[in-house]
């Protein structure tokens, strides 16, 4: 599995959209600085995929989100590939006897396939959104990351790099 996080916020990503002439296109943004964190990891292979909303992003939150993982897999070997954030390598990580981690290079997030599946996300679920508050930019963001879930060929064609697939199938 390829684990990232990623920062979602009342700050609204406006983009450039149609309308008929002679309207010009109305779309709310603002501007404030309150955010929440979706961890999440995606299988390349079957297209599964995790995901938690978490307040921050530190050692203890991976904790959680390790552990989510765990228990989802209780009976699976689980290689999370995570990127060198300082919280990914804490000692005081525990990983459970079925999870292993492998490092990506540092600076390399283009090798990463959970940052497509943050680019699909933001690009389907909330360009030119404005949310009233958090609780609404949560719910919005559960059910997003929701359908991500329920939808492993979706996944698989967002994730399922062939050089990935290649060496696990090798």
């Not at 203890?60 to 989510?68: I, K």
């Not at 999870?99 to 599946?117: C, D, G, K, M, S």
């Not at 059910?143 to 290649?166: H, Q, T, Y």
């Amino acid at each position: 599995m390829f684990q990232d996080e990623a920062r979602f916020g009342r700050i609204s990503d406006v983009r450039h959209c149609w309308d008929k002439k002679p309207h010009r296109p109305m779309v709310r943004a603002m501007l404030t600085q309150q955010y929440t964190y979706a961890y999440a990891a995606v299988s390349p292979v079957d297209g599964k995929f995790d995901s938690l909303i978490l307040p921050q992003v530190n050692g203890h939150c991976m904790q959680l989100f390790l552990n989510e993982i765990t228990a989802r897999y209780p009976d699976e070997n689980v290689v999370m590939v995570i990127d060198g954030a300082g919280w990914h390598r804490s000692r005081e990580l525990k990983l459970a006897d079925n999870i292993r981690t492998v490092l990506l290079p540092p600076y390399a997030p283009e090798l990463n396939p959970q940052e497509h599946v943050w680019d699909e996300l933001r690009e389907k679920f909330f360009h030119n959104r404005a949310f009233d508050s958090m609780d609404a930019l949560e719910t919005h963001l559960e059910a997003a990351l929701k359908s991500f879930e329920l939808s492993p060929e979706r996944m698989r064609s967002i994730a399922g790099w062939n050089w990935i697939i290649n060496s696990i199938s090798k």
